[in-house]
């Protein structure tokens, strides 16, 4: 995912955003290690609109939309 190259992420990060597609900062702080110490929220938060943007949301969200 060439929009979060510039973060310098292990590939076991990427490979978990992929599967994951985290949309809050909680979720992305279980992924990526040491986050806080890493990146600014405002990184952070540029960091989840790329993946949003590129890959949609989490399964959470597909699920909440379905009418049942």
């Keep these: 995912m060439q929009a979060l190259q ?3 992420l292990t590939k076991a ?3 978990m955003i992929i599967n994951l ?3 809050n900062a909680g979720v992305l702080d279980c992924i990526v290690e040491e986050l806080d110490q890493r990146f600014s929220e405002e990184v952070q ?3 989840l609109r790329a993946v949003v943007d ?3 949301a989490g399964e959470e969200e597909e699920e909440d939309g379905e009418g049942g």
């Design 6 to 8: 510039p973060y310098d």
């Design 13 to 15: 990060e990427l490979l």
């Design 21 to 23: 597609r985290p949309d």
């Design 45 to 47: 938060e540029q960091m």
């Design 54 to 56: 590129v890959l949609g």
